[in-house]
């Protein structure tokens, strides 16, 4: 028994499909044999180069299921392509700094705003806190790619804080200054409270920044100048912005009227009359004049809060439009009044319509949003705890009208959740609107897969608005223009090395490119020899991943692998990396191209329920929890396999289990079935794996070839799909190549030739195994990119086990080629054909219980011709299949068969017959071959030879009416399977040994031998 056994318990593959334990194994197995650094030294045998530069997780968070599924595309693509010949210089990059990062550190420092920070923490401090803070998530994201099987270079990774990679960014904005996209200036942005710094505009449209927020809607009224009772009526939901009012704007070509309401009369757009009196609760009004918009331009009107803002009273005399009507097209007459109040410091179009005419722009405001000085009474108050102060004074001072409170969506920062202001404030910006026509031309040339994400993408570059990239923050990449105290002559600097060359001081030992050290570096003015200061700002973050092109790679580097092959993030990059990449690229190179020449949005990942994950739900999946308990292949493949790549995708624990488990583990045991038979036949590949298939052809038999002929498909098919990133359906490809093709219907037709040991049969049993190590091998390496370990450990155990010349991992394995000299798509329709009608005549067995294991005498096909003659061509396997004697064809239904004794299945316009008739010989034959088969089976597996003979046979707790039908065939049963004698018993315990489990209709039945 033991020596006999030890090919079985000698398998390289244990008994079940485990696959955590597997993983395990072949993670050590990489790393041991530095398997992915091998992979590295491959560029120059390779057969073309395929650029990459990774999109750098910001180091602020660990790690979900979310980013684990991209990072499994980019691994995908990663592992395809170099089975492909090509070599992809997959390294990882890591964005470090800026306001994510910033506010994470805030966070544990239990800091709450950016005063407190540098009154408590100072810089030095700050920026220590926030390097402890990237290395501690930096671990947890490489645990997360190692467990996961991602194979990112880890030591080639860029982090865009060093020195060198801040030099390089720098050069971004030296091209930029060059081309006089670069410039200071005074604009409305976005400005978050509670960061104190601004935003850019794709940052205000981040994924999630609306929020239903709740405001004043407050109607107020300008009195006209030099009139006793006619006012303007405006609206607005920032009462605020009141203190910063210049202007009121009207639609030229509007049509506007006067309203009486008691004494007063209210101008305002005819249009909205009955729609904003009902609002008001007004009921005794009656419309007087109308007038166009036109006719009110340079209408002068009383300002309300001269007394308490008095520099608003100093304004009207620096510019006379201040305080007046103009004409704006921009005022929409669908809403509020028609009449807009307009304040330059606090709106976009109020910026530029006040610019335009040189009106000034007032905008006083320190850096938390809180009142200046200049805003008299208001002084020192954050602008929007104004909002009910303004409200009461307007009211004394009979300029209220009414005040209710709306709810709407406002936008808030991506990050700490204030309501954004909009501000008027010095920044720096690119001017990306002077080269947007270059941009959406270079967006134009990208593959993006699929249609709504490429839209999406290129609606939002049409905005093409001046991108601010000023930040008042600390940990971020400095922006390194220094400005002359005396004269404001300004100089950019590009590297560590200029800096040291023009310092006015020496520089310190410890100096590196961020704040404070940075801050300390002077320079002389060129201009008048004046002390010049660097401009106290970082960049946004997004502009420092959006370098990573050139800036994570050196010169030469840069050339070989930019513009990319093939990037992929989440669809919120739309507005994010995808955009700052384009955007800088563009400038670097002043060429209309994008660094990258596809691009594949992901869609988000929520939770089961379709939930967006979030830490106040408490529903994030956090990689390296689950990883600890589930397997990355399973997880792997169901993520690729439930939705498509731009889906959002609802990331259910309990699916995880269940289908995907049945697809690898069904490949796991189909090559294990294979090595077991393979190896006890003496199988060798290198000897008997015939390299032209013609050889083999006289000993090929029409299933093998039919099986021949999907698997060129399936490797076409799923190819195509991998190079159109449908990553879901080019899996279902090979699924069901897996489940149905290979499992469900090809080795039941080859199962019962591998049973038998007889030696003359042996050429064929090969020439079985030929075609099951063909084929098993080619599943296995196109499943390699998806499910990494089990594809290894597959490599390993079976490929690798049968010729140690194979290379050291399935990594360094070429990609299957189809062979059209293989496919065969007449016999495949064939096919079709005969599994159709075996199906029928299943199902026709099963409605009058007629096991499969009974042979039937005949049955009738009705059927077309062009069917019929298709099964006469593969009739010995159909009645193989279908377990019956003779086959009849008719093209209509014969009168005979009209009788109880027939049964009938159909589909379309075929139909079959079978005859209920139970003929008892044939059952006992059947029986006997049935059990003489599991007999065969049992000695391959416990390791006779085929020469062996057995002195019994012992089969128990058959069914009575088997044992019945059985007896007159137990003799010849002997000779089958090689034995003595063959014992029947009732129950186990009749004779002591060990049993072997096996099946009879489902039914459990006990086999031993000795
Ligand atoms: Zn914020
Ligand atoms: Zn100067």
């Not at 180069?49 to 990774?54: A, C, H, R």
């Not at 409605?847 to 042979?855: E, S, V």
């Amino acid at each position: 028994m033991t020596a006999k056994s030890k090919a079985h318990s000698d398998l390289g593959l244990a008994t079940d499909y485990r696959p955590l334990e597997l993983e395990k194994e072949i993670r050590e197995f990489w790393e041991n044999n530095q398997i992915r650094d091998k992979l590295e030294l491959r560029e120059k045998d390779s057969k073309g180069i395929l650029g990459y530069v990774e999109g750098p997780p910001t180091l602020n968070g660990i790690p979900h299921i979310g980013h684990a599924r991209g990072r499994v595309m980019k691994d995908i693509r990663y592992r395809w392509k170099t089975m492909q010949g090509y070599y992809v210089p997959f390294w990882a990059g890591w964005d470090c700094q800026g306001l994510p990062v910033e506010l994470e550190v805030e966070k544990l420092l239990g800091v709450k705003n950016k005063r407190e920070l540098l009154e408590r923490v100072g810089e030095e401090r700050f920026i220590e806190e926030c390097k402890k803070v990237i290395l501690k998530y930096h671990r947890e994201w490489v645990e997360a790619d190692r467990r996961l099987g991602v194979f990112i270079n880890q030591k080639k990774a860029y982090w865009t804080y060093r020195d060198e990679y801040i030099e390089r960014e720098w050069q971004y904005l030296k091209r930029a200054w060059q081309q006089n996209l670069l410039e200071e200036g005074h604009y409305v942005v976005a400005y978050c409270p509670g960061c104190q710094t601004s935003l850019s505009s794709a940052e205000v449209g981040y994924e999630g920044s609306y929020k239903e927020v709740e405001d004043p809607s407050l109607y107020f009224k300008f009195k006209l100048a030099n009139s006793q009772n006619e006012y303007f009526l405006a609206w607005t939901t920032m009462p605020f912005t009141i203190i910063t009012d210049t202007m009121l704007a009207v639609k030229p070509e509007a049509e506007y009227i006067k309203v009486r309401v008691g004494d007063e009369l209210w101008i305002m757009v005819r249009q909205r009359v009955e729609p904003v009196m009902q609002e008001l609760g007004i009921t005794k009004y009656n419309v007087t004049e109308n007038m166009t918009g036109k006719s009110l331009e340079g209408t002068k009107y009383d300002y309300p809060l001269k007394d308490i803002i008095p520099k608003q009273a100093e304004l009207e005399t620096k510019h006379p439009l201040v305080h007046t009507v103009i004409c704006e097209d921009f005022v929409d007459v669908n809403t509020a009044t028609g009449v807009v109040h307009l304040s330059p410091g606090n709106g976009e179009e109020d910026f530029w319509a006040a610019q335009k005419r040189g009106v000034p722009i007032f905008a006083p405001f320190d850096d938390e949003v809180k009142f200046t000085r200049d805003a008299g009474v208001f002084n020192g108050v954050f602008a929007r705890d104004t909002d009910y102060l303004v409200v009461e004074e307007l009211r004394n001072r009979n300029a209220f009208v009414q005040v209710k409170t709306v709810k709407h969506e406002y936008p808030t920062c991506w990050r700490s959740h204030h309501k954004l202001v909009w501000l008027a404030r010095k920044e720096y910006f690119l001017r990306t609107d002077k080269i947007n026509k270059k941009v959406l031309e270079a967006a134009e040339k990208i593959d993006y897969y699929f249609e709504a994400p490429k839209n999406r993408f290129i609606s939002f570059l049409k905005e093409g608005k001046p991108w601010c990239i000023s930040r008042e923050r600390v940990w971020g990449t400095p922006l390194p223009i220094w400005a002359c105290a005396s004269c404001g002559h300004k100089r950019i600097m590009s590297s560590k090395a200029e800096l040291m060359e023009n310092a006015l001081e020496k520089i310190p030992e410890n100096f590196e490119l961020h704040k404070p050290w940075v801050d300390r570096v002077t320079l002389k003015c060129e201009k008048c020899g004046g002390v010049m200061r660097r401009e106290d700002y970082v960049l946004d973050t997004w502009h420092n991943s959006g370098a990573s092109p050139y800036a994570r790679f050196a010169d030469e580097e840069f050339g070989k692998f930019v513009p990319t092959d093939f990037l992929t993030e989440g669809i919120d990059q739309t507005r994010g990396w995808a955009n700052s990449l384009l955007l800088e690229y563009v400038i670097l190179t002043g060429k209309p191209e994008g660094p990258y020449r596809s691009f594949l949005f992901q869609g988000l990942t929520q939770d089961a329920k379709g939930r967006k994950m979030s830490k106040s739900l408490g529903n994030v999946v956090e990689a390296n929890k689950l990883l600890e308990k589930y397997s990355a292949d399973l997880c792997r493949f169901y993520m690729m396999r439930k939705c498509s790549p731009i889906d959002f995708m609802n990331f259910d624990l309990q699916e995880l289990n269940r289908r995907s488990y049945q697809v690898l583990s069904t490949l796991y045991h189909l090559s294990r079935f294979f090595l077991q038979n393979a190896e006890f036949d003496g199988f060798k590949p290198a000897k008997n794996l015939l390299k032209s298939w013609d050889k083999l052809s006289a000993t090929l038999q029409a299933p093998d070839r039919w099986l021949l002929s999907k698997l060129q498909w399936a490797i076409t098919e799923y190819t195509d799909k991998l190079a159109r990133c449908e990553f879901n359906s080019a899996l279902a490809v090979l699924e069901d190549f897996v489940i149905e093709t290979l499992s469900r219907l090809y080795v039941p037709m080859i199962r019962k030739e591998l049973w038998t040991d007889d030696p003359e049969t042996l050429e064929r049993r090969w020439a079985i195994y030929a075609i099951l190590h063909y084929t098993l091998k080619t599943v296995t390496l196109l499943f390699n990119p998806v499910t990494p370990y089990l594809s290894e450990a597959l490599y390993q155990n079976v490929y690798r086990r049968l010729d140690q010349k194979l290379p050291d991992s399935i990594n360094f394995e070429s990609w299957p080629e189809p062979n059209e000299n293989l496919r065969d798509e007449a016999l495949e329709a064939e096919f079709e054909i005969l599994f159709k009608c075996t199906s029928l005549v299943y199902a026709a067995r099963q409605q009058a219980k007629l096991k499969r294991r009974w042979p039937l005498s005949t049955v009738i096909i009705v059927a077309p011709e062009k069917v019929s003659n298709t099964l006469r061509h593969v009739e010995p396997l159909f009645l193989e299949l279908t377990n019956v004697k003779t086959a009849e064809y008719a093209q209509q239904v014969p009168e005979y068969v009209a009788g109880e004794n027939w049964i009938s299945a159909s589909e379309g316009e075929v139909y079959v017959f079978v005859s209920g008739h139970r003929d008892e010989t044939l059952l006992g034959e059947g029986i006997m071959r049935d059990l003489a088969r599991r007999v065969q089976a049992l000695r391959k597996e416990l390791g006779y030879m085929p020469t062996d003979v057995l002195d019994a046979v012992h089969i128990a707790e058959l069914d009575a009416e088997s044992v019945g039908l059985l007896g007159s065939y137990l003799e010849e049963m002997t000779g089958l399977v090689r034995a003595k004698k063959v014992y029947l018993h009732g129950v186990r315990g009749e004779v002591k040994a060990e049993w072997h489990e096996s099946e009879l209709d489902g039914k459990k039945i006990y086999i031993t031998i000795h």
